[in-house]
């Protein structure tokens, strides 16, 4: 068996190809990257071509789920992305209820974090510019120094042409009379996120579009950009493959690191890189649910899911507007039953903590469900 007997030996020919791998991780989080600041800096990028696309998005990622207003009468399909960030409901079980409150506590915007994992592997991609600039120099490696400096340039032209700001439209009327703006979020498991909030709060996080207010706003000039970015990325893998082995050698070690640093930022909770600190979220629960960091209640049922929610919205109208129930004589009956029983009871401060707790009353959602499906199947029986 033969081995490769020192680093002059070794076929390198291929390290460019390190430079463009690791499309993934990098449109993990490519919108929240080029909000920062730090997409100016000069810097080693994985897979740059992943953020030179044809044509840029025109609004954030949405995720799966209904929401609907319980008095105002506002719906949609989609949880809005910083909305869905604000609440950090990702992990919420099959079935299971949670109820929050968010106050906006401060006019400053939603951002990205100035400390935070994604500044990391920036810094990083930085560093390893540095370090490798200085080992062409000390190895008087010219082509070397060449690649070094397209493909850190690159960066910077990539982070002009994709820089923006987010802009949350906010309710210009000042109508006293407006009604709250709690919000029911149904996801596709079953499970449901009550928001207490203001009608501001609501439609600033949950019905307005969330506008991405680019610095270069003119697409002919973005392609400018995006060719003149195409053609250093070019020029630097040319440079990188006339390189010498010891060079060569330092960029497939530097391009498999940040690679690493990508992937792992990817996996971590997309909350830790943005800063919603304007946004204060306090958490309410159930009687009975558990007391751990969200308060979540389990149910075995979407049925007893649905109940909960009724607890605490004191309200069915917004049931038919979002569909969360069949609608059939049987199910408008047991909702009329149902908002009945939770009327009877409300919400205290739970001592220990100061949380507000909601009072769930004595009824039992799944066996007058059954007696209804019966007593109307009986009745078109009779019917027939």
């Not at 370090?131 to 190895?139: D, E, G, N, Q």
């Amino acid at each position: 068996m033969e081995f490769a007997g020192s680093v002059q030996t070794l076929q390198l020919n291929i390290v460019g190809f390190l430079a463009i791998l690791g499309e993934g991780s990098i449109l993990t989080n490519a919108q929240v990257s080029t909000l920062s600041r730090w997409s100016f800096a000069p810097r080693l990028l994985p897979a740059p071509q992943a953020l030179m696309r044809p044509s840029r998005p025109s609004k954030l990622t949405s995720s799966r789920g209904r929401v609907t207003g319980v008095h105002s009468g506002n719906d949609r399909d989609h949880i809005n992305h910083i909305g869905n960030i604000v609440i950090n409901a990702e992990s919420m079980r099959e079935f299971s209820v949670r109820c929050v409150e968010i106050i906006r506590v401060s006019e400053t915007p939603v951002k990205a974090k100035t400390l935070a994992p994604l500044t990391a592997v920036a810094m990083l991609g930085c560093t390893m510019s540095i370090v490798l600039v200085a080992l062409s120099i000390y190895w008087e490696d010219g082509m070397a120094l060449v690649a070094i400096i397209l493909l850190s340039l690159l960066s910077t032209f990539i982070g002009l042409a994709n820089k923006w700001t987010l802009h949350l439209p906010k309710r210009l009327a000042t109508n006293p009379m407006v009604p709250p703006g709690d919000v029911v979020i149904r996801y596709p498991k079953g499970s449901f996120l009550i928001v207490k909030c203001t009608e501001d709060v609501a439609r600033e996080l949950f019905f307005a579009p969330e506008n991405i207010n680019y610095l270069v706003p003119h697409p002919a000039v973005y392609r400018i950009i995006s060719l003149i970015s195409t053609i250093l990325l070019m020029f630097g893998i040319i440079a990188l493959g006339n390189a010498g082995n010891n060079l060569q050698l330092a960029f497939a070690a530097a391009y498999i690191l940040l690679n690493a640093g990508y992937w792992t930022v990817a996996a971590l909770p997309t909350k830790l890189h943005w800063d919603t600190s304007c946004f204060q979220v306090k958490m309410q629960r159930l009687e009975g649910s558990e007391k751990n960091k969200y308060f979540a209640d389990q149910n075995s049922t979407f049925t007893r899911a649905l109940w909960k929610v009724i607890v605490v919205t004191k309200s069915i109208d917004w049931i038919a507007r979002s569909t969360a129930a069949p609608d059939t004589d049987a199910w408008r009956r047991w909702l009329r039953d149902a908002k009945a029983a939770a009327e009877k009871e409300g919400w205290y401060e739970d001592p220990a903590d100061g949380t507000l707790v909601w009072k769930v009353p004595q009824w039992h959602p799944q066996e007058r469900l059954r007696e209804l499906l019966a007593e109307f199947a009986d009745s078109e029986k009779s019917k027939g």
